[in-house]
């Protein structure tokens, strides 16, 4: 696609239950980048994806958030158990570091997540 | 770590200048600038890799102090479309920001006609 697309744009959710936010990367994007953005912070790093190499999870605040890359492409980030700490917005990136380094990453809008 | 960037915050008049500062307590390859609009995502502005060259584009510019561990992004002659959360990345690891980035809490930049 022309942009990175996520979805939903905002998400209302009960403490307790899980969620699932999605990412579509830019097309021939090998690289996908998941951070997490609160009020008045930085952006947070949450997990990388190379391709199909296996993801960089070291970002993950605890082992209630996982995420998948399917065919290389698609992205989603599931919080399960969710807790009103998790309520914030959540960026997926793309980047194609084939092409050199000069290029940076291309963010999508967001996931607005707020847990009540 | 997280790099620090300095001032938080910056209002200026349309015409004036700017300089964002961001420092690292580790050794950088490279370093990102990224600028955010309200309720938006963040834009990519350049990338400055190890070398200190200078880039710009426009009136933004930034430099690159691989010794000490330091960026500055400069904004000549503010237009109100500048005004934005303007956020330095650095490396995770030595990838050039390939394999992630650290962010800064952004600097807030108000231009005021």
């Known amino acids: 696609g022309a942009g990175v697309s996520q979805s939903p744009s905002n998400k209302v959710t009960e403490k307790g239950k899980d969620v699932e936010l999605r990412c579509d990367p830019i097309s021939g994007h090998t690289a996908l980048y998941w951070y997490r953005q609160s009020l008045g912070q930085g952006l947070e790093f949450l997990i990388y994806?190379?391709?199909?190499?296996?993801?960089?999870k070291s970002g993950l605040p605890s082992d209630r958030f996982s995420a998948e890359r399917t065919g290389g492409s698609v992205s989603t980030l599931t919080i399960q158990r969710t807790q009103q700490e998790d309520s914030a917005v959540y960026l997926c990136?793309?980047?194609?570091?084939?092409?050199?380094?000069?290029?940076?990453?291309?963010f999508g809008s967001g996931t607005r997540l707020t847990v009540v | 770590q997280q790099p620090v960037q300095s001032p938080q915050a910056v209002i200026l008049r349309e015409g004036e200048d700017a300089v964002i500062n961001c420092s690292s307590s580790?050794?950088?390859?490279?370093v990102h600038w990224y600028r955010q609009k309200h309720g938006e995502a963040p834009v990519f502005l350049m990338i400055l890799l190890k070398g200190g060259e200078q880039k710009g584009h426009d009136k933004i510019s930034a430099s690159f102090n691989e010794k000490k561990q330091q960026s500055s992004l400069y904004l000549t002659a503010s237009q109100l479309s500048y005004s934005g959360t303007y956020f330095c990345?650095?490396?995770?690891?030595?990838?050039?920001?390939?394999?992630?980035?650290?962010f800064g809490k952004g600097t807030h930049l108000i231009i005021q006609p």
């Open positions: 990136a793309s980047s194609s570091w084939a092409k050199g380094p000069n290029y940076g990453y291309t």
């Open positions: 994806f190379q391709g199909n190499s296996a993801p960089d």
């Open positions: 580790k050794a950088l390859y490279s």
């Open positions: 990345g650095t490396d995770r690891y030595s990838g050039g920001g390939a394999d992630g980035l650290t």
